[in-house]
């Protein structure tokens, strides 16, 4: 017997939909994404002598330690290393900012999210104002 096609084949219309929503989908997440990386942090700030004077600390502290202790003195010199490293780095955000407020609406509309919603997983009020998102929706 010969292999049959599907019953009801995709339409072109259906495939650009589809591909349109993937695309604003990416858009959004990655500006997301951006967004959570890059949030600020509780508390003090760290400096890179302060960092400094932990890591020495941590050398001090590791001579003496039992084992478990050294594991966790050493995880702990590894992070602040690399934060040390990363240290004023700044992402640029305002490309995947000015993709994200291409599709926001659309997106939103489509996905029934709310101005809150936006705002509580921090995106800022300008960037939806730009994006032409209001409290009405």
């Known amino acids: 017997m010969a292999k049959r096609g599907p019953k009801n084949p995709m339409t072109d219309a259906h495939k650009a939909a589809l591909a349109k929503g993937r695309t604003e989908s990416q858009a959004v997440r990655l500006y997301l994404e951006a967004l959570r990386a890059n949030k600020p942090v509780r508390g003090r700030r760290r400096t890179p002598e302060s960092i400094g004077k932990r ?77 032409g998102i209001t409290r009405a929706f």
């Open 55 to 131: 890591l020495a600390a941590i050398e001090s502290e590791r001579a003496g330690a039992d084992p478990v202790k050294e594991l966790r003195l050493v995880q702990e010199r590894l992070n602040l290393e690399a934060e040390l490293g990363n240290m004023g780095k700044s992402v640029d955000t305002s490309a995947l900012e000015a993709d994200f407020v291409k599709v926001a609406k659309s997106y939103g509309q489509r996905s029934g999210v709310s101005y809150t919603a936006w705002r509580t997983v921090g995106v800022p009020a300008a960037v939806l104002a730009a994006a």
